[in-house]
């Protein structure tokens, strides 16, 4: 792979309780453990933010694979759950991306949801690697 772009962070503190920084300031977020998994829930958690990142990632390749179709997203969203659990002796994740495309027929969304998630990096990142489902809903 040839980077086009880096980006660098530093966590620092308590790990899930402590901090988490951009390199270049325009992120700094307070983390706290959430209440379902006994913390104070009183910030941000990894979780919320490697949901931010899969929605806005994955909305911007639906967008590439419309383009290159030419095909109208219209007024087109993703939201992106991750979810957090226990799996042997560690944890695992789980990702359930929502793809709403109100400009095109459900078979329709669905072939750009599916095309999406072929060229998206945060799905190729997870592939094979945690469940990730996509779901093309009607609104």
Do not use: W
């Not at 789980?94 to 599916?114: F, N």
């Amino acid at each position: 792979m040839e980077p086009l772009y880096t980006t660098e962070s530093l966590a620092t503190g308590a790990g899930r309780s402590g901090n988490v920084r951009s390199a270049d300031g325009s992120l700094d977020f307070a983390l706290a453990v959430p209440e379902e998994m006994g913390g104070s829930g009183n910030g941000a958690n990894p979780e919320q933010l490697f949901a931010l990142g899969y929605a806005a990632c994955f909305h911007s390749a639906l967008q590439a694979v419309a383009r290159a179709q030419k095909k109208d997203l219209g007024d087109s969203s993703v939201g992106a759950r991750v979810s957090i659990g226990k799996e042997g002796e560690g944890f695992a994740l789980a990702v359930e991306l929502e793809v709403v495309i109100p400009a095109q027929p459900h078979d329709e969304a669905q072939a750009l949801a599916d095309a999406a998630h072929q060229v998206c990096p945060y799905s190729n990142a997870t592939r094979g690697n945690i469940p990730v489902t996509v779901t093309v809903s009607e609104d």
